[in-house]
């Protein structure tokens, strides 16, 4: 079945661009949105660039819809195809080493979906053209100026700094103002079998650089703080039988400024016992009993890595998913199983700033539309392949109670271990997206509530 996914009239300066996507196909921008010269609001800001001297506001909106003139193809890599060993070299191209050695080693078969077309939200669009030409880099290689919007929308391969600034739309990319889960973090053994992991509620809210400035928590701001998480465990409990740190409760703060040690508090529960403890966040520990980082479960600090930018290339890679639910397996039960597609991404390498860091590098391949992270391939200190990470996302005309979403729905993630031979997977069974939480759930007395 067909769906039509609509989307509602912004205002850009005095004209008003409209859009409508089908699933699964690209959207082309109308006419008068395909050149904005003739846009007040955005010609005054419109600063000739050094590509070809396209306006700043043109190449920015492309960025943003990259498939108005049709999706990306490759020889041979065609919606319907299936990719496996037999055929393996036709994808040579669009898969990095690692993966590519998994589908001509059997271990793995692609199927080709035809390319998504997800433009976020016109507010974040908005705020991209209205403030991105008065941000920068300071000196340490933090942002100045930023307020609301992609920090960079243009990237130039040939500036030193490119990779930096990749990391930085990452961390601000558009994710929705809030997010609830559902969802359970399992390890599986090489054969594919569970052996333990638990199931947890996970809250985040962003208290800062809306791009509708009413939606920011002003006391969060005044701290300094960009967002908040919550994480309550549901299954076992108490979760001390997995490990100590696991604990009933968890609540983190993330603030804005990149330096700023992230807060953390979790409760910890074993029979009648419940205590509230601070713990220190340390994103280079192994997670809990997970063959994981925190990192790699968390986040990280942009400033304990050098980013380079490496390319910006087409790519295969995971497609939306057309459902709610994401399907992983092959060896190690960790690749994802639903159809791939080709999109443009940019190839990030990040090299640990200490020198004893687990991981010797790491590069990332963010989606360029929506930069989002699509896989990750983790390296030793030797240079040894150690860790892959890859994401899936729902396409939010296909998940239930998404066709006002404007963001990919994370509904499943996967980490193949390749020194350990096992896989973890964090599994989503229900998310919401932009359903407001009072500010003070995400406090120490919600947590002893909960913790109770």
């Given at each position: 079945?067909?769906?039509?996914?609509?989307?509602?009239?912004?205002?850009?300066?005095?004209?008003?661009?409209?859009?409508?996507?089908?699933?699964?196909?690209s959207?082309?921008?109308?006419?008068?949105?395909?050149?904005?010269?003739?846009?007040?609001?955005?010609?005054?800001?419109?600063?000739?660039?050094?590509?070809?001297?396209?306006?700043?506001?043109?190449?920015?909106?492309?960025?943003?819809?990259?498939?108005?003139?049709?999706?990306?193809?490759?020889?041979?890599?065609?919606?319907?195809?299936?990719l496996?060993?037999?055929?393996?070299?036709?994808?040579q191209?669009?898969?990095?080493?690692?993966?590519l050695?998994?589908?001509?080693?059997?271990?793995?078969?692609?199927?080709v979906?035809?390319?998504?077309d997800?433009?976020?939200?016109?507010?974040?669009?908005?705020?991209?053209?209205?403030?991105a030409?008065?941000?920068?880099?300071?000196?340490?290689?933090?942002?100045?100026?930023?307020?609301?919007?992609?920090?960079?929308?243009?990237?130039?391969?040939?500036?030193?700094?490119?990779?930096?600034?990749?990391?930085?739309?990452?961390?601000?990319?558009?994710?929705?103002?809030?997010?609830?889960?559902?969802?359970?973090?399992?390890?599986?053994?090489?054969?594919?079998?569970?052996?333990?992991?638990?199931s947890?509620?996970?809250?985040?809210?962003?208290?800062?650089?809306r791009?509708?400035?009413?939606?920011?928590?002003?006391?969060?701001?005044?701290?300094?703080?960009?967002?908040?998480?919550?994480?309550?465990?549901?299954?076992?409990?108490?979760?001390?039988?997995?490990?100590?740190?696991?604990?009933?409760?968890?609540?983190?703060?993330?603030?804005?400024?990149?330096?700023?040690?992230?807060?953390?508090?979790?409760?910890?529960?074993?029979?009648?016992?419940?205590?509230?403890?601070?713990?220190?966040?340390?994103?280079?520990?192994?997670?809990w009993?997970?063959?994981?980082?925190?990192?790699?479960?968390?986040?990280?600090?942009?400033?304990?890595?050098?980013?380079?930018?490496?390319?910006?290339?087409?790519?295969?890679?995971?497609?939306?998913?057309?459902?709610?639910?994401?399907?992983?397996?092959?060896?190690?039960?960790?690749?994802?199983?639903?159809?791939?597609?080709?999109?443009?991404?940019?190839?990030v390498?990040?090299?640990?700033?200490?020198?004893a860091?687990?991981?010797?590098?790491?590069?990332?391949?963010?989606?360029?539309?929506?930069?989002?992270?699509?896989?990750?391939?983790?390296?030793?200190?030797?240079?040894?392949?150690?860790?892959?990470?890859?994401?899936?996302?729902?396409?939010?005309?296909?998940?239930?109670?998404?066709?006002?979403?404007?963001?990919?729905?994370?509904?499943?993630?996967?980490?193949?271990?390749?020194?350990?031979?096992?896989?973890?997977?964090?599994?989503?069974?229900?998310?919401?997206?932009?359903?407001?939480?009072?500010?003070?759930?995400?406090?120490?007395?919600?947590?002893?509530?909960k913790?109770?």
């Amino acid at each position: 079945m067909r769906v039509l996914w609509r989307w509602s009239s912004f205002c850009l300066g005095s004209v008003m661009l409209c859009w409508s996507c089908e699933a699964g196909r690209s959207a082309p921008l109308p006419s008068s949105a395909r050149s904005t010269e003739s846009v007040p609001a955005v010609a005054a800001a419109s600063k000739q660039t050094a590509e070809e001297g396209t306006p700043f506001a043109e190449q920015v909106l492309h960025s943003f819809f990259p498939y108005q003139e049709g999706p990306p193809r490759l020889t041979g890599i065609t919606p319907g195809a299936a990719l496996s060993r037999g055929n393996w070299q036709i994808a040579q191209e669009a898969l990095p080493p690692e993966i590519l050695d998994a589908v001509r080693d059997g271990e793995l078969t692609l199927l080709v979906q035809d390319t998504s077309d997800l433009p976020i939200s016109p507010e974040y669009i908005t705020a991209t053209l209205e403030h991105a030409q008065d941000v920068s880099l300071d000196e340490t290689g933090n942002l100045a100026q930023y307020r609301a919007g992609l920090p960079f929308p243009l990237l130039d391969a040939a500036d030193p700094r490119a990779g930096l600034k990749a990391a930085w739309n990452a961390r601000y990319a558009d994710r929705g103002d809030s997010v609830q889960r559902w969802e359970s973090l399992q390890v599986r053994n090489e054969a594919g079998q569970y052996e333990y992991g638990f199931s947890f509620f996970y809250a985040q809210a962003y208290g800062m650089h809306r791009t509708k400035p009413e939606h920011d928590i002003s006391d969060w701001e005044a701290e300094g703080i960009l967002y908040k998480e919550f994480m309550q465990v549901l299954h076992p409990v108490p979760a001390i039988t997995i490990h100590p740190q696991l604990g009933l409760v968890h609540l983190r703060y993330w603030y804005d400024q990149d330096t700023r040690q992230v807060a953390q508090w979790y409760i910890t529960g074993y029979l009648s016992i419940h205590r509230l403890l601070t713990l220190v966040y340390n994103p280079e520990a192994s997670a809990w009993r997970f063959p994981l980082l925190y990192e790699d479960l968390v986040g990280t600090y942009v400033h304990a890595y050098r980013w380079r930018l490496v390319d910006t290339r087409v790519a295969l890679v995971p497609g939306f998913v057309q459902g709610a639910e994401p399907l992983f397996g092959g060896r190690r039960a960790g690749y994802p199983l639903d159809p791939w597609e080709l999109r443009t991404v940019h190839v990030v390498e990040a090299v640990p700033q200490r020198a004893a860091h687990p991981y010797g590098r790491k590069v990332f391949f963010f989606d360029q539309q929506t930069f989002a992270p699509l896989y990750v391939l983790s390296y030793d200190r030797q240079g040894k392949h150690w860790r892959t990470e890859f994401f899936s996302y729902a396409h939010p005309a296909f998940y239930p109670g998404g066709k006002d979403i404007r963001v990919p729905i994370l509904i499943g993630r996967s980490w193949i271990d390749f020194t350990a031979d096992h896989a973890t997977l964090a599994l989503v069974t229900e998310a919401t997206y932009n359903k407001p939480l009072p500010p003070d759930f995400f406090t120490r007395a919600n947590m002893v509530r909960k913790g109770k």
